[in-house]
């Protein structure tokens, strides 16, 4: 049971303790005795109650048998976001109750929008992307498809489209069309300011710039927000407590010298500036690329 329960993340169902030769009665005395913890109907927790969140998932699937995990919580199990907040979300053919920490989703799905995750039951990428279109919109969208389009293999983008495609009229699949064509998911970013400034960008037909890009300025190199290699235009968005202090100031007009001695434009910009004088900002940006380069 131990052994078994390791390779678990400490979570067994009934059947899976049957399996290994505990009776019912012999399940009800563990439980008795502490070995045994209860989580959900059928579903334990061996030798103590605390379990890991791939333990909940994992004891989630197993209290509703030919479930799977879906939209945020496949999500977070295939590591396309952060620990989601909420209930964890169940699809399956059958009516999965909705009870606390979980909410059952009726749906049937091919084989194909099906997979496996650390032996797990969960959504395909693409079923789960699709599924986080529907329901939690574009930012979520976009920033789960920039982690599949980075951090797994394949073209995610291309599953995605065909899957939309597979159901043209179902509810998300406006939301993926929308973030595939804007293109900005397929930028890498470092924060919410960098995803703010690619999403004003599209927003105003202004060419996408490269993100975190590393520039060389005389002996040295630097890494720069937003670059336009051709007009060699770099923009900086310095968010709220960025380059504090002496030293911090001294570092940025010395980077700045540096790009500027070797034919670069420099411009930084703040979050409370793009949101709060985006007219400005706009033509300012559109003045600088139309520039000659150097």
Not at 80 to 90: N, T
């Amino acid at each position: 049971m131990s052994l078994l329960a390791a390779t678990r993340d400490g979570v067994l169902s009934a059947d899976e303790l049957r399996s290994v030769g505990l009776t019912l009665d012999a399940i009800e005395y563990r439980c008795r005795a502490g070995f045994l913890h209860p989580l959900l109907r059928g579903v334990y927790a061996v030798g103590h109650r605390s379990v890991s969140r791939r333990g909940q998932l994992r004891a989630a699937t197993l209290w509703a048998p030919g479930s799977a995990l879906s939209h945020g919580s496949a999500a977070e199990l295939a590591t396309l976001q952060k620990l989601a907040r909420g209930p964890i979300h169940l699809t399956s053919s059958q009516q999965v109750h909705h009870r606390r920490g979980i909410r059952g989703h009726r749906r049937t799905l091919p084989p194909d929008e099906l997979t496996l995750i650390a032996d797990i039951p969960t959504t395909t990428i693409a079923r789960t992307l699709l599924d986080l279109a529907a329901t939690e919109g574009e930012r979520s969208l976009r920033r789960a498809l920039r982690e599949a389009h980075f951090h797994h293999r394949g073209r995610p983008q291309d599953d995605l489209l065909a899957l939309a495609e597979r159901y043209p009229g179902a509810r998300g699949t406006g939301v993926v069309r929308s973030v595939l064509t804007r293109g900005t998911w397929a930028r890498r970013i470092r924060s919410p300011l960098e995803d703010e400034f690619l999403e004003f960008c599209a927003d105003r037909r202004i060419p996408l710039p490269k993100t975190n890009t590393r520039i060389a300025a005389g002996a040295r190199s630097y890494e720069a927000d937003c670059v336009w290699l051709q007009e060699r235009l770099i923009v900086e968005l310095d968010g709220r407590g960025s380059h504090e202090g002496d030293r911090g100031f001294e570092e940025d007009r010395e980077r700045d010298g540096a790009l500027l001695a070797a034919g670069w434009s420099s411009y930084r910009l703040t979050g409370r500036r793009l949101h709060g004088a985006p007219t400005t900002v706009e033509r300012e940006l559109r003045a600088l690329l139309a520039r000659p380069s150097a």
